[in-house]
């Protein structure tokens, strides 16, 4: 861990909850040592105390998530849960500095000593500390790392607990995914000059440099596909050459939806509703399904018992696809890759939803917890999702949607209107 990098630009920590600190984390990765980042919560040596801490936090997280779904109590029980990181109202604008209960327990177990094994671990070569979880950027100025502490965020708002007791007094410096953040960090107490307008960091090879060559060869296919009508191309044509030039006459593929579920594993039975929906579809070669189930064996053997219900056989590549690894960075570069043929994203409303900046118009699952909350607030306020209507009858509504050329307009709006560059813009901060 305290190997001199290869351009060692930056320490990259994140934490095991979910996939969204480590996704985030992923496309940041080469600024470390040896292109690595270190897990707060499970890395080599982690003194028992620590691990234990986070274990609990860690299991309630999935605990809670897939709870939800149990009739009458599992909704009660989330919202419960959820309460304790609401994010309340923007408007009207005014102080929200005061720290709030769950927040003074964090402070109280740091107080006794959680994370400090970490941040000494990492002290010695005093580079920029890069973390995407709040807890673990304050566990490094509270243990005062020597160097800088950036804390990148995940989401479209953030809740009170992102920012440290004392707002006003803090080192921590925020690249904040949106302006909305920007913003909202402000109402916390963060000094201006301590908000960094970054963007959410996607990953490079889905971008391709300044140039972003490999984001516009994408989006020339992906436009074909998603308006078989040449509806919006017509209207639009000017705006679309300006940015792509000419469009293939074909693609040279089927309209490929990938339905993601959570790190959980919650929400699986939608991607199962989508493809029954679309089976005839499927079978006949118009439509390709990506089913992704990340990491987790249990939702991958519940995929490929359904699809083979469907009279789908293994191994699962002709028409429907189960997308998963062994290892969550492995899984992260397949996932990365999948996304280059992809022309519809399906999943709720997670740190996925930035992904609307690569092209990608989004399908919304129901939201999970409040920050998800915003986060389809931000996808509809951009005009670069829907709510998903009932995957029963995805068989007639997403086709009338693509003869309407509406996903093709909200692929548009996303590329163009959201932030791309974020990963080059963290690297130039940390540079400067």
């Not at 040596?45 to 109590?73: H, N, Q």
């Not at 408007?91 to 709030?100: A, G, I, Q």
């Not at 989004?362 to 999702?385: C, H, K, V, Y």
Request: aromatic letters at 12%; one cysteine or more.
């Amino acid at each position: 861990m305290t190997k001199e990098a290869v351009g060692g630009k930056a320490w990259i920590v994140a934490v095991s909850m979910g996939y969204g600190h480590q996704r985030t984390a992923y496309s940041l990765r080469e600024l470390s040592p040896d292109g690595k980042v270190l897990n707060a919560n499970d890395y080599e040596g982690i003194p028992a105390k620590d691990k234990e801490i986070w274990s609990s936090a860690t299991y309630l997280y999935g605990f809670i998530s897939r709870f939800k779904r149990v009739p009458i109590i599992g909704p009660a029980t989330f919202a419960t849960y959820d309460r304790l990181q609401k994010i309340l109202s923007l408007y009207p604008k005014r102080d929200l500095s005061r720290s709030t209960s769950s927040l003074k327990r964090i402070f109280k177990f740091i107080g006794h000593g959680w994370g400090k094994d970490m941040v000494r671990r990492l002290r010695d070569k005093k580079l920029p500390f890069i973390t995407t979880f709040f807890m673990t950027a304050f566990m490094a100025e509270e243990f005062d790392y020597p160097g800088d502490i950036f804390c990148v965020t995940a989401d479209a708002d953030v809740a009170r607990d992102w920012v440290s007791l004392n707002p006003k007094r803090t080192r921590i410096k925020y690249c904040a995914s949106t302006s909305r953040v920007f913003e909202r960090l402000k109402l916390y107490g963060i000094k201006e000059e301590n908000i960094h307008l970054t963007g959410y960091p996607l990953p490079k090879e889905n971008i391709g440099g300044a140039s972003m060559k490999t984001l516009k060869d994408d989006m020339r296919m992906r436009l074909v596909n998603l308006d078989p009508t040449e509806k919006y191309i017509s209207d639009y044509g000017p705006v679309i050459r300006k940015n792509f030039g000419k469009l293939p006459e074909s693609s040279g593929r089927p309209l490929t939806i990938l339905f993601s579920v959570g790190g959980a594993g919650a929400q699986k039975e939608i991607g199962i509703d989508i493809v029954r929906s679309l089976k005839d579809d499927i079978k006949n070669k118009k439509i390709r399904v990506i089913l992704s189930a990340g990491i987790r064996r249990e939702t991958v053997d519940y995929f490929a018992s359904e699809l083979k219900q469907m009279e789908f056989k293994e191994p699962f590549n002709d028409g429907v696809e189960i997308l998963w690894a062994i290892g969550l960075w492995d899984y992260f570069a397949k996932f990365n890759k999948a996304l280059r043929t992809t022309d519809i994203l399906w999943t709720k409303p997670s740190e996925l939803s930035f992904y609307c900046a690569l092209g990608i118009p989004i399908i919304i699952a129901p939201p999970i917890g409040s920050q998800e909350d915003f986060n389809r607030e931000w996808l509809l306020t951009m005009g670069t999702a829907m709510d998903q209507y009932d995957p029963h009858y995805a068989h007639e509504w997403l086709f009338d949607y693509l003869k309407d050329g509406w996903f093709a307009e909200a692929a548009m709006h996303g590329f163009l209107d959201a932030e791309k560059m974020g990963t080059y813009h963290i690297e130039e901060l940390i540079t400067k």
